[in-house]
């Protein structure tokens, strides 16, 4: 056998005895001898270094280090899951699904692992590229970390498709969680909080060699694609599986939703004997075609639920309460607490929401107070224990002025919250309002964070969004931690948000209940910021999903002096507050107004790509037929139910061909 040879006969013998160990948890030599041919590759790689292979298992041990992690947008976006907390929750979801699939529906259950989220991309069987979770929308590439993971394969095996997305969970299992402590209190150095957050931290090392020497696994748990030939979520699971993915088995389809309750009470109890955490079951719809006939909401799939178990609780002492001021003027009362473990993480402080939520629970600093994470991650005080309390302990005064610059608070009919309404002297509100512009979802300005924000706004260099595009590089230099490079980066990064599309730009304004998805709905519909300015509260309200709340929301904001002038700016400065050419060349309105459902499997085009065209258009999805339905595009095995309704109500089927055509 030549070396050629013995490379590639090392390479395909390591990946098997990886996968046998790691992914079977059945070895089948020692790791003595794992280690000796391991070596013998690493030498024979060396004396070959035209035989190199980006996916060899010499390169487990890592090596490889990432100053800046690059930030990839998603091809497919990574969703989160909406959340339930009972059995009504679930059979309120399961009546909702029901009124929008035709036959019965199976439900796959798997459990909730708490983790970091990732996405792998696989192209020619070969690892190609990981992306953390990141805002669902775009994630950093931490592809030299994740193949460090020895549960994850670099090269698959078996029938799997030539390019497609797996996603899952990065994990740290107790027992590894355990000994990497232990090590750490030797070496003299502080033990880590909890799995999941060292998990995390762990895929943005910068080293991944240090990344290799962390017991992290990867789950997996869904497969992302089209034509993938996969027709249920259960056979993703086995499909991944014998492709050499670590896939729980522990995960069942089951055909009603008793038999999911029953799934959820055992795992309840049985949770505890796992290996690692779990903090809840997703239930999925089965069907892959049903799913993709239920679709999502902005947030979430309408397909899938996360049943969440009941959080752990602990009391602490209530030491005192503060406020804080956000961006809006809102207040929000806080809890500062004796810290507590809860969790996994030490808890100092909780929201107290509100005046109402204070005077509910009657809580009083002093007070021995019950506190449990809602769905695991926010503290919240949900108890007092009166048992406790003090016989000189005195009801909670709501304040009456706000904290940071004095202002009489306000609330208004119908708020829970109350207000400062000193929007441009607050400093908290100044810095929230330039915070949110820069956020990642908004401008996304490289080279500025909060905390630059901070020291440019006390340093007096700044009020608002638009004071940033007046900055010189020696304006800043003098400012804290700030070196040449760096200002020099941030100038840049701000000139660079002049090219950011203008639905971000709208959502970077910060208009009260001006979301992302309103923003893109409001820029898509107007084109402009000129003409959305210059709309009266029921032309917004007639805008699609946009509701009275928000249009006069919007309305107010361009008829206030201090928005106008911002705008003014922004729009001097050449900031993008109207649609690209680009993007108003794939829009028309021959759809505009229309609903359309869409139904069934199509040839010529994916669904995904139907609905963008719609979009494009001006119609707008729906997922279930009603008398305000424009018509129905019906593809290939549409459930009977939806054609007979659409019948009854007389409303037109088009085939895919003929809604292709009518564009």
Same mark, same amino acid.
């Given at each position: ?107 796959? #259950? ?54 497609? %997305? ?43 060699? %240090?990344? /290799?020497?962390?017991?992290?696994? #990867? ?33 069942? #389809? ?133 048992s406790k309390r003090s016989n000189d302990s005195t009801t909670t005064l709501y304040i009456s002025e706000c904290p940071e610059c004095q202002t009489p608070l306000t609330r208004k009919s119908g708020e829970a919250q109350h207000y400062c309404f000193n929007t ?221 309704? /659409? ?17």
């Open positions: 056998m030549s070396d050629q040879e013995l490379i590639a006969q090392l390479r395909k013998e390591l990946r098997q005895h990886n996968y046998n160990y790691y992914v079977l948890d059945q070895p089948i030599i020692s790791d003595f001898e794992f280690d000796m041919k391991l070596k013998q590759l690493q030498d024979l790689e060396l004396q070959y270094p035209q035989m190199q292979d980006l996916n060899s298992p010499t390169l487990r041990v890592g090596g490889a280090v990432t100053k800046n992690f690059k930030t990839v947008v998603h091809a497919h976006r990574m969703y989160s899951l909406d959340n339930s907390y009972s059995k009504s929750d679930l059979l309120d979801w399961e009546k909702r699904i029901k009124k929008l699939v035709d036959g019965p529906i199976a439900y796959t #259950c798997e459990l909730k692992y708490d983790g970091a989220s990732i996405s792998i991309t696989y192209k020619d069987g070969m690892l190609f590229q990981a992306l953390t979770r990141g805002d669902g929308t775009q994630g950093d590439d931490v592809t030299a970390n994740v193949k460090t993971i020895k549960s994850v394969p670099l090269k698959l095996q078996g029938d799997y498709p030539d390019f497609f %997305e797996i996603r899952g969970e990065i994990i740290l299992p107790f027992e590894g969680f355990k000994s990497m402590n232990e090590s750490r209190i030797l070496d003299g150095e502080e033990p880590f909080k909890n799995p999941r957050n060292t998990a995390s931290g762990s895929l943005k090392l910068q080293n991944s060699s %240090e990344v /290799a020497k962390r017991p992290l696994e #990867c789950l997996l748990y869904g497969i992302v694609g089209e034509n993938t030939g996969i027709i249920s979520q259960f056979d993703n699971l086995k499909k991944a599986r014998s492709w050499g993915f670590k896939v729980p088995k522990e995960a069942q #389809c089951l055909d009603c939703i008793d038999a999911v309750l029953k799934f959820i009470e055992y795992w309840d109890s049985a949770r505890h004997d796992l290996p690692y955490e779990i903090d809840g079951i997703v239930i999925k719809v089965n069907n892959l075609h049903q799913q993709a006939e239920l679709g999502f909401t902005a947030k979430a799939p309408r397909w899938a639920m996360a049943y969440k178990f009941k959080a752990e609780q602990v009391s602490t002492k209530l030491n005192y309460i503060s406020y804080q001021v956000g961006r809006t003027g809102a207040i929000t009362p806080v809890a500062n607490l004796e810290p507590v473990a809860l969790a996994g993480t030490v808890v100092k402080r909780a929201s107290l929401h509100n005046a109402d939520q204070i005077a509910k629970l009657d809580v009083r600093v002093g007070d021995t107070v019950f506190i449990e994470k809602g769905g695991e991650i926010i503290p919240k005080i949900t108890a007092v224990d009166l441009l002297g607050c400093p908290p509100q100044i810095i929230g309002r330039i915070q949110h512009y820069i956020s990642r979802k908004a401008l996304d300005i490289e080279g500025l964070g909060g905390e630059t924000v901070t020291l440019l706004v006390n340093a007096s260099l700044i009020q608002n969004p638009a004071d940033l595009y007046t900055l010189k590089i020696e304006d800043i230099l003098p400012l804290d931690r700030m070196a040449q490079k760096s200002a020099e980066n941030l100038i840049l990064g701000i000139e660079a948000s002049k090219q950011i599309p203008f639905e971000r730009v709208l959502f970077g304004l910060g208009i009260r209940y001006v979301g992302e998805t309103v923003a893109k709905t409001l820029a898509k519909h107007y084109k402009s910021i000129s003409a959305l300015s210059e709309a009266t509260v029921d032309n917004l309200e007639a805008v699609d999903e946009i509701g009275i709340k928000i249009a006069e929301s919007v309305y107010a904001f361009f008829r206030n002096d201090n928005s106008i002038r911002l705008v003014s700016r922004l729009y001097s400065y050449g900031l993008q507050l109207e649609l690209s050419k680009a993007a108003l060349a794939n829009q028309t309105s021959i759809l505009a107004g229309d609903r359309i459902v869409v139904s069934g499997v199509f040839e010529k085009v994916s669904r995904s790509e139907l609905k963008k065209l719609i979009d494009a258009n001006g119609g707008k999805v729906v997922s279930s037929i009603s008398a305000k339905t424009t018509y129905l595009v019906a593809g290939a095995n549409m459930g009977p139910s939806k054609r007979q309704k /659409a019948e009854d109500l007389g409303i037109p089927i088009l085939t895919e061909q003929s809604f292709l055509d009518k564009l």
